[in-house]
């Protein structure tokens, strides 16, 4: 499988469960704690959405090096964790550019295409 397909599905898992912990947090647990006048719901969504934003983060990060962005695009897409819903635009927007690029091109497998029995061209550092 291809190594930026994989890095795609590690991203898109994270940014739904990162977005879906930060609407939580801000739609559920913020209105809990000041309407309620209950912190404990915001202790333990904040703090789980804080995890989960640094997995996003590094699933990010590997993506974007796969794609070989440039670091601004890798920057406003880690920041999109960080305002409600705009994860899941943002995963939306990053799946169709990743997937327009195709394909990873393979690397060689560092054989030499040389025939066998050829002598080396290369001059014998050894003394």
């Not at 394909?103 to 060689?108: G, I, L, T």
Request: glycine share 8%; aromatic share 8%.
């Amino acid at each position: 499988m291809d190594s930026r397909k994989i890095a795609l599905i590690a991203y898109r898992v994270m940014a739904y469960i990162t977005g879906t912990g930060l609407v939580v947090l801000v739609c559920i647990a913020m209105p809990i704690k000041y309407i309620g006048d209950n912190n404990q719901p915001v202790a333990i969504v904040g703090a789980l959405h804080g995890f989960f934003y640094m997995a996003y983060v590094v699933c990010t990060l590997v993506l974007a090096e796969r794609c070989r962005w440039r670091p601004v695009r890798a920057v406003l897409v880690a920041l999109a964790g960080t305002i409600p819903f705009v994860s899941f635009y943002a995963e939306r927007k990053v799946t169709k550019l990743v997937r327009e690029m195709g394909p990873m091109p393979r690397r060689s497998s560092g054989r030499s295409a040389r025939p066998e029995g050829t002598a080396d061209q290369q001059s014998d550092l050894r003394a």
